[in-house]
């Protein structure tokens, strides 16, 4: 069975501080790689993808994320958190059926 | 810019009731998804359609159906609504690959959050 692994619930960083939220995947294939975000009471947005190629992909207010095959991990990060970061992030593997991750709800505090 | 709409932000039913969600996409996609999200649970795929008339079971189908008249819109039918089903809903929609494939980026619509009573 696929699954994707968001091993925190939560992540608290303060401001300025680098971000990093979890992600790893059991998935066959070579599954497309995905990252969105969620703000209180909106719908997901997207922010990165990875799909072959290099193993950095960066994306959307300055988020970027790594991908490591051999690890089966893609982890979201940032090098300098914004109190407007926080929210709630989901990893999605797409191979032949779409999986999500739990979640990662994240705080930056000021 | 991709939107994608639902009919309404909050809903109240009670148990028993039949219950319609709506979702409106407006750049012609061919790939559209219902989803319910769960504290802890992430999102699952509840149903997915490629075409119109088309539709494919997702991961938690039972007590749900849809329909897809139209190219830009899906709706979601709880047939008979029951307490486990309150929720979020969210729908999404993506361009379509080759064969219907799954490897587009979503566009999501702001959610519906269903309570049933």
């Known amino acids: 069975a696929q699954s994707v692994a968001q091993p925190e619930d939560q992540v608290n960083v303060a401001e300025g501080n680098p971000l990093t939220v979890k992600c790893t995947y059991s998935v066959s294939g070579n599954p497309y790689l995905f990252w969105y975000v969620q703000y209180p009471n909106r719908g997901l947005q997207f922010l990165l993808k990875?799909?072959?190629?290099?193993?950095l992909v960066k994306g959307s207010y300055g988020f970027e994320a790594e991908f490591n095959k051999s690890q089966t991990s893609f982890h979201l990060k940032k090098p300098s958190a914004l109190v407007s970061d926080s929210a709630l992030y989901f990893c999605?593997?797409?191979?032949?059926?779409?999986?999500f991750g739990g979640g990662t709800r994240v705080l930056v505090k000021p | 810019d991709v939107k994608v709409t639902q009919s309404s932000r909050y809903l109240v039913k009670r148990t028993g009731e039949k219950v319609f969600l709506e979702c409106v996409q407006d750049m012609d996609h061919e790939n559209m998804f219902w989803y319910r999200q769960d504290p802890g649970l992430g999102l699952r795929l509840i149903y997915f359609?490629?075409?119109?008339?088309?539709?494919e079971k997702g991961d938690i189908p039972e007590g749900y159906s849809v329909s897809r008249e139209k190219k830009e819109r899906f709706s979601l039918i709880l047939e008979s609504a029951s307490t486990n089903q309150t929720s979020m809903y969210l729908c999404?929609?993506?361009?379509?690959?080759?064969?219907?494939?799954?490897?587009?980026?979503?566009?999501f619509g702001p959610g519906t959050r269903l309570t049933v009573l």
């Open positions: 999404a929609s993506s361009l379509r690959g080759l064969a219907g494939d799954l490897h587009d980026t979503q566009y």
């Open positions: 359609s490629y075409d119109v008339k088309m539709k």
């Open positions: 990875y799909i072959t190629g290099d193993n």
């Open positions: 999605l593997a797409a191979g032949n059926k779409l999986t």
